[in-house]
């Protein structure tokens, strides 16, 4: 008998979002899917932004696939819910502000 785990570990959900978008940053990469774990469904909710970005991508020539992903990471998070903190420095992460009690919190939670 084969039982499969009730969450994706960390490895195993930056898998999936490396799957779907496999040039992307290992920075977005973890927004990905740090935003897909405060919706209940996040397996599917990385397919809807792997069609959202590619439906925007096709609306807006000339853009990059980072801006998209921020664009449609923007839509998917909800008015007054989880605002992603913005920094000034280049380099730094964005992540959601609230956590959630599952495996991959330190990918979805500030410290």
């Not at 969450?7 to 973890?30: C, E, Q």
């Not at 405060?38 to 807006?60: E, M, N, P, Q, W």
């Amino acid at each position: 008998m084969i039982v499969l785990p009730e969450t994706l570990g960390t490895n195993d959900m930056l898998a999936v979002v490396r799957r779907y978008f496999p040039k992307t940053s290992m920075r977005d990469a973890k927004r990905i899917a740090g935003v897909a774990l405060l919706t209940l469904g996040y397996i599917s909710t990385i397919t809807h932004l792997r069609k959202r970005v590619d439906f925007l991508a096709s609306r807006r020539p000339g853009f990059h696939e980072a801006e998209l992903i921020e664009l449609a990471l923007n839509e998917l998070v909800p008015q007054g819910g989880t605002p992603l903190q913005r920094t000034s420095k280049p380099n730094a992460e964005i992540r959601p502000q609230a956590c959630i009690d599952v495996n991959l919190v330190e990918l979805a939670c500030t410290p």
